[in-house]
């Protein structure tokens, strides 16, 4: 049966097409790890696209950041109109996690913004996961952390069929027990409202509305209606509510785990006396029976996540469920893994659990938390490994990983615009013979742009250089912005958006404006210090970087460098291939390249208020 439906005015060009044969075939011979090798500007996004489609695949893609995340997300849901294309990414805005500081007796609370749009879109996500066989979920390394157990999650869901028989009562009581909040005012994401036998509903995933209409106890009729102007949409047979809340527990579970935890708790104070650690134990003991008292009386407590273990029965460092279990639940193990720019996830997949395990070690040796707090936690690279079915790692320049466990890979080098690879220029940081900086040289490179009505993007070592050179460009009257991880993950998306409509000419960054960003706009990509060998400055990053100029026919790449090191003398090698590969192929085939025409879109769907403010306005003021 034929799942996946791909809608797309193209057909495979340039390298697309044995590109696609050969990964299909990788995937129907069992092959378990296959690499795409796509120089930027290929369209890695589009063969991976048609993979799904001739495979008739589930398919999880895992970007590296929220930004390209975004970006995936959008052009899989154009090529997937008729399927679900999802969005997942974590959900903060603002992110302190629980920590404490022994030399200085620091302890810092776990602080964090939500936001609720992004909420929405995971609740989507996995809903469709629980419900559908046609899903894409596009997500970023938070699919790696704790999320629950889809068999409580699918088991708390609530399915309301026309005609079957439920008191008013009841229906009340079961929304309740899966943690919907009853609001008679304001109806919003997770909560009800009842009305006599009239009750609606705002499931987490969506910014419909749900209205049930009972009759002699039993279900008249079922609508889904528009949350803001009333209007009917559908009018089906049943209907699924999906809890609000992914950690779900029922009375029965949390007794148990609070009975677990209790004894928990009582070893750990015992270990705590004897060890004379009593301010430790004093610590473990108010916080501890705290969070008891909260899961018993509302059966949810913060940081209920510490107590996962105990709440899903899961042994002493077993693997969590994660996005990916729901995956596995509804898929049969069976689905599809795309690792986009793999050479920075897999290295990000890698240190992942590290990390998290240092800081919990800590809260938990002095009497924060409880061993099984560290249960917490993300999968370990291995645990992640043994969760991949069918995997394709897609990036232009592929890690060690990649390259020493794919059984074959498939280059895309050649585009179906014709476009070549940028040419390179490589300039003194200070030219002492002109008595010019870097910055003098680039600010002229900068206006030769702008007047051409094109597109700039500078790359820096620091957020704080980032900050500071877009100062400095606007005290030059060049509109500038910058973009580094403190911007929150909806602006990135917009500043993005703003910039491809030109709305500023410059874009200045530090990692963010290396992989897979789509900006055909830009013309102009300048690395500053390129000679500062490292990380940022690897052939790797260097190669990634340059690639954001590939895109339009007048692409130039500018590196500012005093000193020519192995990782410049490398990154330019490997052009030089590609740019006479390419050169070769378009004189073969009398292709003449073209800039990419791309459409400016929203990257992400934005809630109904945003894009209906006009709506919302005249029902304020009473006209509609």
């Known amino acids: 049966m034929k799942k996946f439906k791909l809608v797309s005015k193209y ?43 001739k495979t008739n695949m589930p398919a999880l893609v895992i970007a590296p950041n929220k930004a390209l995340a975004a970006q995936l997300y959008r052009e899989y849901k154009n090529f997937f109109p008729y399927n679900s294309v999802n969005y997942f990414v974590s959900y903060y805005d ?43 979920v596009v997500a970023s390394v938070s699919c790696l952390y704790n999320l629950g157990v889809p068999e409580s999650y699918l088991g708390s869901s609530l399915i309301l069929e026309k005609g079957k028989s439920i008191t008013r009562g009841d229906l009340i009581r079961e929304l309740a027990k899966i943690q919907f909040e009853r609001n008679n005012t304001i109806l ?23 209205r049930i209409l009972l009759k002699n106890q039993k279900i008249k009729s079922l609508f889904i209606i528009d949350h803001i102007s009333g209007q009917i949409l559908e009018e089906p047979k049943e209907i699924i509510i999906f809890p609000p809340k992914h950690f779900i527990s029922t009375k029965p579970e949390i007794e148990t785990a609070i009975k677990n935890i209790k004894q928990e708790f009582k070893e750990r104070l015992e270990y705590f006396k004897k060890k004379n650690f009593y301010l430790e134990a004093e610590r473990l003991k108010r916080r501890v029976k705290y969070d008891i008292e909260m899961l018993r009386s509302l059966g949810y407590c913060n940081g209920i996540e510490n107590y996962s273990r105990h709440l899903i029965g899961k042994n002493i460092g077993e693997a969590p469920e994660t996005l990916i279990s729901y995956f596995i639940k509804n898929n049969n193990s069976k689905f599809l893994t795309i690792v986009d720019e793999s050479h920075i996830s897999i290295p990000q997949f890698k240190g992942m659990y590290a990390g998290d395990k240092s ?43 990649e390259l020493q466990n794919s059984s074959q890979i498939a280059e895309q080098v050649i585009r179906p615009t014709g476009l070549i690879d940028p040419p390179i220029v490589i300039r003194p940081v200070f030219d002492l013979k002109n008595k010019k ?32 050179f877009n100062q400095f460009l606007a005290k030059k009257n060049i509109k500038s912005k910058y973009l580094h991880s403190e911007i929150k993950t909806l602006e990135r998306t917009e500043i993005l958006s703003d910039f491809r409509r030109g709305e500023f000419d410059v874009l200045v960054g530090v990692n963010l404006l290396r992989e897979g960003l789509d900006l055909p706009e830009v013309s102009l990509v300048a690395i500053m210090d390129a000679d500062r060998e490292g990380f940022l400055r690897s052939e790797t990053s260097l190669i990634q970087t340059m690639g954001r100029a590939s895109r339009n026919v007048r692409g130039k790449v500018v590196l500012y460098a005093d000193e020519i090191t192995g990782s410049i003398k490398k990154a330019v090698k490997e052009v030089n291939r590609r740019r006479k590969l390419q050169s070769n192929y378009n004189k073969k085939h009398k292709i003449k390249p073209k800039t990419i025409k791309k459409e400016i ?24």
């Not at 036998?197 to 749900?210: C, H, L, S, T, Y």
């Not at 990257?603 to 894009?611: A, H, I, P, S």
Request: glycine fraction near 6%; hydrophobic fraction near 35%; avoid cysteine.
């Open 11 to 53: 057909k495979p060009a340039g390298d697309q097409a044995q590109a696609i044969k050969k990964l299909v075939f990788g995937i129907k011979s069992e092959n378990k790890y296959q690499t795409l090798l796509g120089v930027t500007g290929s369209g890695k996004t589009f063969t991976m696209a048609n993979v799904i489609a």
């Open 94 to 136: 603002f992110y302190q996690p629980e920590a404490y500081m022994p030399i200085t007796d620091t302890y810092i609370e776990k602080e964090a913004m939500i936001n609720e749009e992004i909420d929405r879109l995971r609740h989507q996500a996995t809903s469709a996961l629980s419900s559908r066989k046609d899903v894409i």
């Open 188 to 210: 919003k994401r997770g909560t009800f409202r009842a009305r006599g036998d009239n009750i609606e509903i705002m499931p987490a995933a969506g910014e419909k509305v749900f």
């Open 359 to 401: 800081r919990k070690e800590t809260l938990v040796q002095y009497g924060w938390r409880l061993p099984s707090a560290l249960d917490n936690r993300p999968l370990k690279f291995e645990e992640l490994v043994q969760t991949w079915d069918k995997v394709i790692f897609t990036t232009a320049t592929p890690g060690d990983w």
């Open 437 to 468: 900086s870097q910055v003098d040289d680039l600010l002229i490179e900068i206006r030769k742009t702008v007047i051409k009505k094109e597109r700039t993007i500078v790359n820096v070592l620091t957020k704080k250089m980032a900050e500071d």
């Open 601 to 624: 879109e929203k990257m992400l769907d934005f809630g109904y208020l945003e894009k209906n403010q006009k709506l919302l306005k005249s029902i304020q003021k009473g006209t509609r």
